[in-house]
């Protein structure tokens, strides 16, 4: 774990899939310190004319956006991490996307242990039988 949802302004690229996906399981590894080889990210497009800020959509205001669901098991990271974490996704996204409104979301989803899982078990399981 953990799940990633990220939503990006556009038309679908497959080149800015990868290079996107990539660039948050590095900044998830690195700052959220979680492994690599269960960090699971999907990326979806929404069309700048659907994308709406302040009544005005993307399409009008010349600019991008994107948000981010992170659903990470509770009380495994600081409060320090992940401001850090919504910062640098912010600044990564900016780099990638160009022209980034301001209103672009990160969400760090704290989820229970016993509520959240993969692989048919609970983190809590994990947990208890690690």
């Not at 497009?45 to 959509?57: A, F, K, L, N, Q």
């Amino acid at each position: 774990m953990p799940h990633i949802v990220l939503h990006l302004s556009g038309q679908p690229d497959a080149a800015l899939t990868r290079r996107s996906a990539t660039a948050i399981a590095d900044l998830t590894q690195r700052v959220l310190g979680k492994k690599r080889e269960v960090i699971a990210i999907t990326v979806h497009y929404v069309p700048h004319d659907s994308w709406i800020i302040g009544d005005v959509p993307l399409s009008e205001q010349g600019r991008n956006a994107f948000h981010l669901d992170i659903s990470v098991t509770d009380e495994t990271n600081t409060k320090a991490e992940k401001a850090q974490f919504i910062e640098a996704v912010f600044e990564t996204m900016s780099g990638l996307l160009g022209k980034l409104h301001p209103v672009s979301y990160v969400h760090v989803i704290d989820a229970r242990a016993a509520a959240y899982g993969y692989g048919g078990r609970t983190q809590e399981y994990r947990h208890q039988h690690g």
